[in-house]
């Protein structure tokens, strides 16, 4: 069974430990994780991502080709965080293992 991570749950991930990032940033962290975990699909699509950023205004900004956080977002991003944590839940059998290593790809 293949899982999916959204772009939101990646850029929450990476804009939590990094000031802003880019599209590659994003492709290397998706090649690194379904490397780790076969069974996972990080949907890092240019269409996904700027879905997100549109869909999420008050958390992601597209500012000179690269994403940062929205302005005033540190509210919203540290709910939005947890909230997004619980949902890589059940995604393999160590989902804590997964939510380490997301963060260690990111920092």
Known sequence: MCHIIDSEIVLLHVLNNNESCNFTKLQEVKSRLEEQFPNLYIDVTRKSILSSILNFPQLFCW??????????????FSESMSLF???????????????DSIEALTE
């Open 85 to 99: 944590s619980y949902t890589l839940q059940g995604v393999s059998n160590g989902e804590s293992e997964l939510i």
């Open 63 to 76: 500012n000179n080709k690269v994403i940062t956080r929205a302005k005033d977002s540190e509210q919203y």
